[in-house]
């Protein structure tokens, strides 16, 4: 793959960046109107999405950072993107440009004050895998094999200039509208300018680590803070393949439940006794062992969950609240999903739409074991969402609804819930862990 020597870091030199990828944009959509003529709407529809897919996210790869991030998050979403822009915005998770072996000694010159090879007994320069924030190389140092990740340069000074370019396209695509719209996008921001401070990430994996290395079948790596700082982090490297390789071809049920055991008590370990969650639940954050284990490898993105969060909202995953039409009521206004100043209409409307939903999302939480490899479950949540993005009467109301903090949460839940699809966990056993 082609290595990058430099990274547009100014705002004017990114917003061109962008300019010009909606140029490209703009072509596309008359070679669509002519497409029209000759193809079915279907057909038409099919090439635009592909074309525009591809040309956003070679922009945006170019660019790295929180505007890529945004991509790798919005791949996660299935049910709102088409398939088009899935299939290529996932690649943000483990596969653009690398920084030329150039970049990165200069880089670590600048943080180390010293070359690689005078930190590291041994340090391969080209990298082996690039995502959107930073990229990974080999070293060998203590007699270890270990893994580096290096930090894109002027990548945490640019987030906030980014997510001013790409607000008016989420505002248009989630609905936000409204005077308290920047607390979303404030919460966004910050998680992003969290996960560019390593010195905060290795803090957060040690604890994790510790928190969490009593769970079956579930490993971690070992962190090095006097090989790391605020822009390259030194830990073991783990031998293993990344989820989604592994699924693609894995017909072993038996592992699969493990693997799937061990990644749902991960995740309620963390939601219900730690009362902090790994919010960047994809596939690129986890590897399977030939041991058979579940690797976690990247920390760097932790939301912490408030008691005035965490109570109405796992109340509400009981079966029993559900059909409670009072005390529904009551904690949807608990997490600011209805409002004082809502009509008759907005009550009905939200509280309809939200008992909908959560009746579903909830639906694991009120079974001893579950099966996420039911295609009906994940059809129907698929289902749901394709019909309240196109739903023409939630568009005409004030579509920022809720808490800030159901971004990250409903992120964690959307990832971790298409892992276990995609693992094809069965019999999982629900209630580990729990201390309601």
Known sequence: MKTIDKIPTSKIQRATKLVQTGAKVG???????????TKTEEEAKERLNQNNAEDIYDGLKKLKGSALKVAQMLSMEKSILPQ???????????????????????????????????????????????ASIGQVHAAEKYGKQLAIKIQYP?????????????????????????KDSDKYFKEVE???????????????????VKNCKHIPNLKFPEYYPELSSDRIITMDWMKGEHLSEFTAYNDNQELSNKLGQALWDFYMHQLHNLR??????????FLVSKEGDLIAIDFGCMKTIPNDFYVPYFELAEKDNLKNPSFFSKKLYELEILKEVDSPEEIDFFTAMFHELLSLFTLPFNQEVFDFS???????????????????????????RGSKHF?????????????????KAKDVKINNYVNL
């Open 190 to 208: 910050d998680k992003l300018v969290e996960e560019t401070n390593y010195i905060l990430e290795v803090e957060q994996s040690q604890e994790i």
């Open 276 to 285: 902090k969650v790994h919010a960047d639940p994809h596939p690129g954050n």
């Open 374 to 400: 039911d295609p009906v479950f994940f059809n129907k949540i698929t289902e749901l969402g394709e019909r309240y993005s196109k739903s023409t009467e939630l568009r005409k109301m004030n579509g920022n």
């Open 84 to 130: 088009a822009y899935v299939e290529k915005f996932s690649l943000a998770q483990f596969s653009v440009p690398p920084l030329s072996p150039a970049l990165v000694i200069k880089t670590f010159k600048k943080y180390f004050g010293q070359h690689p090879n005078e930190i590291y007994d041994k340090f391969n320069s080209t990298s082996v895998n690039a």
């Open 154 to 178: 002027g990548i945490a000074e640019s987030i906030t200039s980014d997510l001013s370019l790409v607000k008016p396209i989420a505002i248009k695509m989630f609905n936000i509208r409204g």
């Open 407 to 423: 971004i990250y949460i409903n992120r964690t839940f959307f990832g971790l819930y298409n892992l276990m699809f995609d693992l």
């Open 27 to 37: 072509v596309n959509y008359l070679k669509y109107y002519g497409d029209k003529i």
